[in-house]
């Protein structure tokens, strides 16, 4: 047999999934890997669905989708964060946030184009950039700057080959933000460099202070931005695969016609509940952000006192925990903590090469949960023998 493309044979397989396999194998995991709601989908919104069904509504919508879901889409971003696309020409319903960023990668990237991503950053958009023939260009954010865009990094990651830089606010996984003031900064260099921005915006309803700000409020570069965002997990939709992608109108003309080919249209059923979240779902994200507000603060208090580092997210249901302290690599931290103490989290190289020294934690299941897993941690903690100032001279939290 012809060998197959060479850049499929040499993806690397999802960091995550090892640890949700192991998991899967054992008797009485806490899992704290998955990156899903632990809520399921309302039910008013479910009905919505069951109701499309009954009606008939189980033939392809058009394919940027349901023009009734596309005027509520333009009227959510419009009350919600004061930005305006036109439902007929700006916006395309996706399946899903994932095909929105393979779409932006396949419609903007030309083989050797240069993508930049953050790093630590979402396990899917490397592998996309590489499915399109490009080629991703890392810039490491830091701890000790709440993980980040800095002006100085991204001016001196931009060349004649860049083309694209992706951004993820709220952040997976390490739940960092950019407030306005953040962007201000970096504003300028995106507009004088003229690259794309491809800004994934999923947990935008997961922001526990200060108001969300996504790169297209900024006028002069809205044309250069596309903005990807969904239902998976600010209404715990993820199984109804349902995402948009917002962008001027040449653009989404492009991308329109990348998803005619590949997809057809999103699921119809899943466009009318999708409908539902927007018109009456707002209170139930609500809920459940308050929800895990609660998780959040329990979990960083907690890990902080037995010396695992942990910045206060400032938005998602992740902490990206510091675990130097315990002398081993993420890796060993994660295999070991599973097979000793049954608790699944995620290393942080998982999410790029700076996520070293780190695990990813996802605060998305019960109290009980979090608080059981706790007291795992810190008795695998104490099963390596620390010497107790190793412990002390990590504790505290950067906020």
């Known amino acids: 047999m012809k060998p197959i ?8 397989p999802s960091g995550i999934r090892k640890y949700f396999d192991l998991a899967n194998s054992m008797e009485g995991v806490i899992s704290l890997g998955v990156g899903e709601p632990d809520f399921d989908t309302p039910w008013h919104i479910s009905a919505k669905a069951v109701e499309s069904f009954e009606d008939g509504h189980t033939h392809y919508t058009a394919n940027r989708g349901l023009i009734a879901l ?3 889409i333009a009227g959510y971003y419009h009350s919600r964060y004061g930005i305006d696309y036109d439902p007929q020409s700006e916006i395309l319903v996706t399946v899903g946030g994932s095909e ?5 990668c ?52 931009i060349n004649d080959h860049t083309k694209a830089i992706i951004l993820n606010f709220p952040s997976n996984p390490t739940g960092g933000v950019m ?15 003229g690259i ?51 962008s001027n109108a040449d653009l989404s003309q492009q991308l329109t016609k990348v998803h005619q080919f590949v997809i057809m249209s999103a699921p119809t059923s899943a466009q009318y509940a999708a409908i539902e979240a927007l018109e009456h ?14 998780r959040r603060n329990l979990i960083c208090a907690r890990l902080n006192r037995m010396g695992l580092t942990t910045n206060v997210p400032k938005g998602t249901f992740y902490v990206f925990t510091n675990i130097t302290s315990s002398g081993l690599t993420s890796d060993e931290f994660c295999v070991r903590l599973l097979e000793e103490h049954k608790v699944a989290i995620v290393p942080g190289t998982a ?16 109290m009980e949960n979090i608080k059981e897993a706790c007291s795992r941690i810190e008795a695998f903690l104490e099963s390596l023998h620390l010497p107790s100032e190793s412990v002390d001279s990590h504790h505290g939290s950067h906020s």
């Open 5 to 12: 493309n060479q850049t499929i044979a040499h993806l690397k």
């Open 70 to 72: 596309r005027k509520q």
């Open 100 to 104: 929105a960023v393979d779409l932006c």
């Open 106 to 157: 396949r419609t903007l990237i030309s083989p050797g184009d240069e993508v930049i991503v953050l790093d630590p950053n979402y396990v899917a958009y490397e592998p996309a950039i590489l499915m399109a023939g490009g080629v991703p260009v890392r810039i490491e954010l830091t701890q000790d700057n709440d993980f980040k865009l800095l002006p100085e990094d991204l001016e001196r990651a």
């Open 179 to 193: 407030t306005r003031e953040d962007y201000e900064r970096v504003v300028p260099i995106l507009k004088e460099s």
């Open 196 to 246: 794309y921005v491809i800004s994934d915006e999923i947990y935008s309803e997961l922001l526990f202070e200060g108001e969300f700000c996504s790169p297209a409020n900024f006028e002069q570069i809205r044309d250069q931005v596309l903005v990807i965002n969904g239902f998976s997990k600010a209404f715990a939709m993820t199984g109804w695969r349902l995402g948009y992608l917002l």
């Open 281 to 294: 779902g707002i209170a139930d994200t609500e809920s459940m952000r308050r929800e895990y507000e609660s």
């Open 351 to 366: 999410f790029g090469d700076s996520g070293e020294g780190f695990v990813r934690i996802s605060y998305a299941t019960s």
